[in-house]
């Protein structure tokens, strides 16, 4: 079985750096029904480099969650799969959508559709290991076919079918294009009409309104939001009365501090150490960006080195 796929299921996007455990679990109090960690390097995890095993750290109420994956040799994430499997993890994705030039780099991420045999090779054997139906490929356009037919990515996208793939995420940009230019909703509605698995829409969902427009324009089975939670995850709460045909509203400052007290509460029970205290420097300010006061606050929190400070602050605002 796949995790939850559908319109009233809104899942959170990998997210390097922030779809860490305790984001995980605010974004599924607002009505997340999937999550997908980090990006994991699965050459990292066969090695224990420093840093990755905390990338899948997770409790009972993370559930369901998908475990993202990343790199470009098929041994290592064959052994990394049977590492995370072994641990206990279901469902998995395969990252073949990352423009970071790091990754790029390696030959992963979307570096992956360049040679499209060998990431059919690798697709295969980690689909042996994950079992039908567990595992998800995130993908990307191929290069240069932002203003060509995406022609080469449909056929790729048909062959992942065949073997057996899950179900499959589109971002329709390539790696070049990062987050630039406009999303081409088209291929998703094209590439949705050819498969028989599920497809995940990704690509500029900013907001709940913007997610089921998509849904609407493209016939994709579900969607997954990124940025959108990263400055609002009640984007989640939105998404589902919008389902029900309800109103959103803006939230007020109430609504926004009490947000980011529940944030700092599940970092601080779920995290030791001060480093998600400098983490939370950047992501309250995405919170609170626009409001009246927000300047202040977001001063007041970066001269912050103590929680208590922390929620001092949130008290000035
Ligand atoms: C800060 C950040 C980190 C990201 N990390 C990953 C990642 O680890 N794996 C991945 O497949 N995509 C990653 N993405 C891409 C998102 O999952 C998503 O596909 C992309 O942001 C497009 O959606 P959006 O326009 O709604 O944000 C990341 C995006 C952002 C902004």
Redesign the pocket.
Known sequence: MTPPIGRSCPWL??????SDLPFRLLCREYGAAVCVT??VSAKGLVYSSPGTLELIVTTSEDHPLVV?LFGAETLFLVKALVMLRDMGFVWFDL?M??SVHKVLRQGAGAAMLNDTNKSLDAARAMIAVAGADKLGF?LRFCPDEARAPFIKLKEFALRLQDLGAGWLTL?PRTAKQA?GGQVNRDALQELAECLHIPLMA?????NALEGIRCLDETRADGL?????A?RYPAIFADHLRVCRKEAIAAPDADFLRALVLRHIVLARSLTQGKSYLWKMRTVIPRYVRGLPGARALRDRICRSTEWIELEEALDFF
């Open positions: 996007a990998p997210l390097a750096g922030f980090e990006m993202q990252n959508g990352c995130k971002h987050f990704s690509g500029d969902l900013m997954m939001y990124a940025r959108g990263l």
